[in-house]
């Protein structure tokens, strides 16, 4: 177990790991023309270099997991950070787009090992409704980088130039590995690490793959996220299209959104252990109900304005963060014994999901705001049926204590 004088420094640790993956896609948004521009890229190509991130990114969350639980949590953040830091150097220097495409997949690859790894990092040290509270409060702070980032990026692209922000991803890998250096331990004991044996590994995954329950927190998760995440990778189209705004207004769009996932996630940390896990789901996605119907309703009744878009964004957030820690620790304890390598599939049906979101559906969708709220009703609609059927499970009937 964790000693108390520990507890806030592997928080902050644990929250910076998870913020690499916000600041990496939020940060450079404000940026799309002048990348564009300077580069000679069309908006497809930009829309690219967002979905080619997500794919590195999904595709190396299934091995960070499996990794870690062999070879060790620290061990395996040290390297993706240096490999994180080294691809942010050279998207600094890129010349011409079919470079800065192939380092943002490089980038994507190494930057999605800090909350994979950095998960079950949570659920080693932590345990019962301490897991909760922890998880809550990672999520909590996490949920200032989408807010701070794309208004970091539009401050560095107005006054120093798009690539200034690719300067500042690699002061912040650096940080990251110093911390992780002097401030966190290894956390899996040598006795407890698997073999990478390929025969065991493909053993483990077939077994994680055929428990129907994990796959179906993980889809649920990664539906309930992905309704949210169409409007942040939309944003562009949002901000210069629908709402006539500039580079410098994307705080306009991203804090009141962040906000809401940051109540999320205080409520999931307040309630632990005092509510039951089933009653909790229940309002969370009565939440995310409210907001998504809103939307619709909004789309279509009213005129495009800021308030329009976002208030039923920030409704559907306080909903979607509050549900996450307790489907994430729920989807976990599927899988006891091999932790790494169930937050390694969860991280990758959830940025799976995010490409595709990214990639296909967004440049489908994005022309109205009309065809957005549908397509966020449609995601959410998916995940609402699937929690009716983890819903009638008796194993939610408990508050978490131990």
């Not at 960070?64 to 070879?71: H, I, M, R």
């Not at 990026?153 to 650096?174: A, D, K, N, P, Y």
């Not at 994680?208 to 649920?220: D, G, T």
């Not at 994005?366 to 449609?378: G, K, P, S």
Request: glycine share 8%.
């Amino acid at each position: 177990m964790i000693k108390p004088s520990e507890n806030k420094l592997v928080i902050v640790i644990l929250t910076m790991l998870a913020m690499v993956a916000p600041f990496c896609i939020d940060t450079y948004l404000p940026s799309f023309p002048s990348i564009a521009a300077d580069l000679n890229a069309s908006a497809v190509q930009m829309q690219q270099s967002l979905s080619l991130y997500l794919i590195g990114f999904a595709v190396m969350t299934l091995f960070y997991g499996s990794l870690s639980d062999a070879l060790g949590r620290r061990a395996v953040i040290l390297f993706a950070l240096i490999g994180f830091t080294l691809s942010s150097i050279g998207l600094y220097l890129a010349e011409g787009v079919e470079l800065f495409l192939t380092l943002r997949l490089v980038q994507g690859a190494f930057a999605s090992a800090g909350i994979v790894v950095g998960r079950a990092v949570v659920r080693d040290l932590f345990h019962g409704h301490q897991a909760q509270q922890v998880m809550s409060a990672v999520m909590l702070l996490f949920g200032v980088a989408p807010a701070i980032a794309p208004i970091i990026g539009g401050l560095l692209e107005t006054t120093f130039g798009w690539r200034s922000i690719f300067v500042f991803l690699t002061v912040f890998g650096v940080l990251l590995i110093f911390l992780v250096l002097f401030g966190l331990r290894e956390t899996l004991p040598k006795e407890k690490r698997h073999s990478m044996h390929p025969i065991i590994l493909l053993k483990n995954y077939g077994h994680a793959l055929s428990r129907f329950h994990f796959l179906e927190l993980c889809f649920i998760t990664a539906l309930n996220f992905g309704g949210f995440f169409l409007y942040i990778t939309a944003s562009p189209q949002i901000m210069f299209g629908h709402l006539g705004l500039t580079a410098g207004d994307f705080y306009i769009m991203f804090v009141p959104m962040v906000g809401g996932m940051m109540l999320g996630a205080f409520l999931a940390g307040r309630t632990a252990g005092r509510m039951l896990v089933k009653r909790a789901l229940q309002a969370g996605y009565a939440m995310m109900l409210t907001g998504a119907l809103l939307n619709i309703a909004l789309s279509f009744l009213v005129p495009v304005s800021a308030l329009s878009v976002i208030a039923p964004l920030v409704i559907y957030g306080v909903g979607m963060s509050f549900c996450m820690p307790m489907l994430s620790i729920l989807g976990l304890d599927e899988l006891p014994n091999h932790r790494g390598l169930a937050s390694s599939l969860q991280s990758f049906v959830h940025m799976s999901m995010n490409a595709v979101v990214a990639g296909v559906i967004v440049p489908l969708v994005f022309d109205t705001v009309q065809h957005l709220a549908m397509t966020m009703l449609l995601m959410f609609g998916l995940a609402l049926l699937m929690f009716i059927n983890v819903n009638r499970r008796k194993s939610l009937e408990y508050v978490v204590e131990s």
